[in-house]
């Protein structure tokens, strides 16, 4: 799955980097303003569906068009601090990321022929 996410971010344009980004932070998503170059760094501590969760979650939003009036998002948990906006575009982030993560799990199963269950 971790290919699929990677063909997407270069069919988009979208540099995919694995950093040391330290305890507190499991991915960023960036665009330069001025250039326009768009990229998403994550945790190299990240491993399995956490590391495809963390990199649909910057592919959000990307997708979603958080980074047009900024310069970069992190990956930050929702909080009483931040701001009403800040939080409404991690939700819509973590949405869009388990929507896709959701698809992914289930594709991934039929193509591996498991069990797939069909509510
Ligand atoms: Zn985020």
């Known amino acids: ?5 990677e ?8 540099l995919l980097h694995r950093f040391g ?16 170059t768009r990229a998403i760094a994550y945790n190299e501590t990240l491993e399995g569906w956490e590391k495809i969760k963390v990199i649909a979650h910057e592919i ?5 068009g958080h980074l047009d009036d900024s310069v970069c998002a992190f ?3 929702i909080n009483k601090n931040a701001t009403e906006e800040l939080n409404r575009r991690e939700r ?8 896709f993560t959701a ?3 289930f594709v991934e199963q039929a193509i591996n022929k498991e069990e797939v269950i069909i509510a």
Do not use: W, Y
């Open 103 to 105: 698809v992914a799990m």
């Open 21 to 36: 980004l330290g305890e507190r932070t499991n991915g960023v998503a960036i665009k330069l303003p001025e250039c326009g």
């Open 7 to 14: 063909s997407i971010c270069k069919d988009n344009s979208i």
């Open 1 to 5: 799955m971790l290919k699929f996410l």
């Open 60 to 64: 959000g939003h990307h997708a979603l």
């Open 75 to 77: 990956d930050k948990h």
């Open 92 to 99: 819509e982030a973590e949405i869009f990321a388990a929507a």
